[in-house]
């Protein structure tokens, strides 16, 4: 009998629909967006929440999700003026040096969103270097508030959140990212 080798085959991603409706009275903007999120194979659904949380936040006509973990030259959410100008880039976790100091180098301004237990431990390793770039910014989330974030996700949501006052209602959580720096220093 003749038999053949058996190929792996590559995982695919999992789409996630979402309805999101923002309301940022921070930022005076309000709006509905229909999203539809791909979660790579190696990214947990709390990743994925925070990616979408960072979206909400930074919420408007140019802002995007990049293509992720499947591509090492793109933001985890970027906001692209229409001449292709990446204004600001986005990572969520923990990037490192030369992924930090690319973006700053492609764009206006970058913010990182860092989260789960070994935030704290990347801060403190990297905060030195970190400092000294102008044009970053860099939040922190709770362990408890990505916990609650990657609670949140199902393949189909329909969300609204609001933020007042650095306060993220986003569905049924709250969450208050933590600046650990601000652009300015």
Known sequence: MFQTASRPMALRATVYKVQLDVSDLD???FAQYPLTLALHPSETEERMMVRLLAFAMHAGQDVQFGKGLSA???????EVD???????????????ESRIKKACGRSDR?????YTRSAEVWWKQNQDWLNKLD????LQLSVEDGATLAGLAQRNMNLACTIQEGMVYLGEAAVQPVTLKSVDG
């Open 72 to 78: 090492e030259d793109e933001a985890a959410v970027w």
């Open 135 to 138: 044009k970053v910014q860099v």
């Open 110 to 114: 970058v913010v990182i969103y860092c």
């Open 82 to 96: 229409p001449t292709g100008q990446i204004k600001v880039w986005i990572d969520v976790g923990q990037p490192d």
């Open 27 to 29: 930022r005076n903007h």
